[in-house]
């Protein structure tokens, strides 16, 4: 079976291999399905229908009938054999949407009679497509499908005529949003597929070029529901590969590949993770064509945008993700110059700049300045008259920096970060840009909370009114990402604010966050999901109303939750964070054994922190944390009786103040030394652990 199936019925020597049920391994099979056009899908079904109609002694008629009609109609005995394939059909049915979707449902009810049970298929899972009912008889609200079909020659015209011209495409989108559904994607896909069985090479070519336009134009559209506009662009994109492969047409699969990949990127439905996965792998199916030698230009576009999945990665090592990120940047910099092309240089430049702002290796004040720089650089280029919303984009972005920036005032980086997102929300209206206007009101909110001039209260509400204003826009069905982001922003002012009552504003903190977990889960956004744990456990910790002992505890859960994703392999700052709210809480509680793991695990991040560190300042830094935890550490240890252990902390303690001392490159051996002596004292400095 190719590792790619298992058994799901019980196997013995006596089992009779007509009748052993096999399912593909998680996840495998939706991955296939999504990435097969409908009309193939389809044909496999019949085929096989036929096959399994035949074995069972029915013709096809018959047996059609048979996965429609209720069990309780018959005694025959055949349910047993059918229901399998009933099951599976339903399956591959439900992830096509539209009317499929309706049929795959009538196939669970009826599965439902043969299993005396009230268990189906999860109708509403995420990655599940459900469409409004197409009527023969149309209105406002549900539209037929020859409306559907009249629409869809409609804008593939308006794109022939206007070139690809969003400013007339566009327009017409939005005044048919209601067909912007997956009814709309099911007819692209079948029109596309018969037209191309029909017509010659050269004019399907020319079709399947404005497709392929259009579905960039739609994964671009800002209005309707954006989850939606994604999958007609994927649909768009997969529909028209069928036309132009890598054998026929190298250079433009490649770019149907990179657009794929783009498309990917930005998917709404679907494991966000796994679609991260699948754009990487469009991104490096199309530098397989795009070479720096060949395609320059491409192959620097593509480097681009693979740095952009890298840097949203979710699966593998997050630090890593990143350093990938920034070596693609770089790549693709050696081709996209200042001189030669502006704009794009301006736009790696921006991408640059965030890339190193999440950084986490090296030292965090360091990257936070390369990346200041990097937005600055794209500035130059980027001005308010010639690329507004990219000099928009980019303020947002140098606010973000400036917010988080360790040198320098703090005070002041915070009152440049609002001055930059103000400058932002002049170019960013809620009625032209909503959504970028929606984002950059998130950001100021930020910045609000954690400003330090004028009155802290005040700003507080700032905040608060700012994230409110963002999700105005921000709503759970179309921004489910963004929306819960900004339930994390604002759970986090009503943490620490200051009007109204304390335990309301506690109240509505944790509610915040519970909200952004129902987003937020583990699966799907590790990180994330780990950084609202910890918010939550600090409410927890904090809050007034219910007992006291059960807010503890819950709080101890939280920050042992948000530990899970927050290795000290994987962030150490952030465990570093956590692990201090979780050890903090278990000191006071006078849980001595929790808090020493607690301490132990910090120190193991200040460890893997300061070897990342680059200079001596910021080794400096991390050794006075460190300082710090070990004397609760020690205390820990005198609280339980363990003087043993105690003493061992201090010694170690010491011992590492000795290494920082013998690793610190200004200090170098008085008078007349051997300059191989000082050679391999360097050497030596290298190789110390810490």
């Known amino acids: 079976m190719s590792g790619l199936l298992q058994s799901i019925t019980p196997v013995d020597q006596d089992s009779n291999p007509d009748y052993i049920e096999y399912e593909f391994k998680p996840g495998l099979k939706e991955l296939l399905v999504d990435s097969v056009p409908i009309s193939k899908t389809l044909s496999v079904l019949d085929t096989v229908s036929e096959f399994v109609a035949d074995h069972l002694g029915l013709s096809v008629k018959d047996f059609e009938a048979r996965l429609l009609t209720p069990a309780t109609a018959s005694n025959d005995g055949l349910e047993e054999k059918i229901r399998p394939f009933a099951h599976l059909k339903a399956q591959v049915l439900g992830r096509l949407g539209g009317e499929y979707a309706r049929l795959a449902e009538q196939l669970l009810k009826n599965e439902e009679l043969v299993e005396d049970t009230n268990s189906t298929e999860d109708a509403n899972s995420e990655d599940n497509r459900t469409a409004p009912s197409i009527s023969e008889i149309p209105t406002p609200d549900h539209p037929s499908s020859q409306d559907y079909l009249q629409f869809l020659e409609q804008v593939l015209q308006a794109t022939v005529d206007s070139k690809g011209n969003p400013k007339v495409v566009y327009p017409l989108l939005e005044a048919n949003l209601n067909k912007l559904d997956d009814n709309f994607l099911d007819i692209l896909q079948t029109w596309a597929s018969d037209r191309f069985s029909e017509l010659e090479p050269e004019t399907t070519e020319a079709i399947a070029r404005v ?138 430049q921006n991408n640059l700049g965030l890339a190193y702002r999440n950084r986490i290796r090296d030292d965090r004040a360091l990257n936070l300045e390369l990346a200041i720089e990097a937005y600055q650089r794209a500035l130059s280029v980027y001005t308010k008259s010639n690329f507004p919303y990219d000099w928009a984009q980019t303020q947002n972005n140098l606010g973000i920096a400036y917010r988080n920036r360790i040198r320098s005032d703090r005070a002041l980086n915070l009152e440049r970060a609002i001055e930059a997102y103000q400058l932002a929300l002049s170019v960013y209206t809620k009625s032209d840009f909503p959504i970028d206007w929606a984002r950059t009101q998130n950001n100021l909110g930020i910045a609000y909370r954690n400003r330090i001039r004028d009155n802290r209260a005040l700003n507080l509400e700032l905040a608060i ?38 335990a309301d504003n506690l109240e509505n903190a944790i509610a915040a966050y519970q909200q952004a977990l129902t987003v937020r889960t583990k699966s799907d956004f590790p990180i994330n999901w780990a950084v609202t744990q910890n918010n939550l456990g600090i409410a927890y910790r904090y809050r007034i109303r219910g007992d006291r002992q059960e807010n503890l505890k819950q709080a101890i859960v939280a920050y042992q939750l948000a530990l899970e994703v927050h290795t000290k392999e994987a962030n150490p700052i952030e465990c570093l964070r956590t692990s201090r709210n979780l050890r903090h809480l278990h000191f006071k509680q006078g849980n001595w054994q929790t808090a020493i793991d607690a301490y132990q695990q910090a120190i193991a991040a200040l460890q893997l922190s300061r070897s990342w560190a680059m200079n001596d300042q910021r080794r400096q830094e991390i050794m006075a944390e460190a300082i710090a935890v070990y004397q609760k550490l020690v205390q820990a240890y005198i609280n339980i009786e363990q003087s043993d252990k105690a003493i061992e902390t201090v010694e170690r303690s010491k011992d590492r103040n000795l290494v920082e001392l013998l690793t610190n490159r200004d200090l170098y051996p008085k008078g007349n030394v051997p300059q191989e002596i000082i050679t391999e004292l360097d050497r030596l400095r290298r190789e110390i652990p810490w």
């Open 211 to 348: 497709i392929g336009e259009f579905s960039s134009l739609i994964r671009d559209f800002p209005l309707g529901n954006k989850a939606s506009n994604m999958e007609i662009a994927i649909a768009g994109y997969q529909t028209i590969i069928t036309v132009f492969t890598r054998e026929s047409k190298s250079e433009t699969w490649a770019t149907i590949q990179n657009n794929l990949g783009n498309a990917y990127r930005d998917r709404i439905r679907g494991e966000r993770a796994l679609n991260l996965e699948k754009a990487i792998a469009q991104y490096q199916l199309a530098l397989s064509v795009y070479t720096k030698q060949n395609f320059p230009i491409q192959w620097a576009g593509t480097q681009n945008n693979l740095g952009n999945a890298y840097r949203d990665r979710i699966r593998g090592e997050r630090a890593l993700n990143l350093e990938r990120a920034i070596e693609a940047y770089q790549l693709a910099l050696s081709v996209r110059t200042k001189s030669d092309f502006p704009y794009h240089w301006a736009q790696t």
């Open 465 to 502: 009114e700012a994230y409110q204003l963002a999700l105005s826009v921000y709503t759970k069905s179309d921004f489910p990402i963004d929306w819960a982001r900004t339930q994390n922003n604002l759970g986090n002012a009503y943490l620490y604010r200051i009007y109204q009552d304390r």
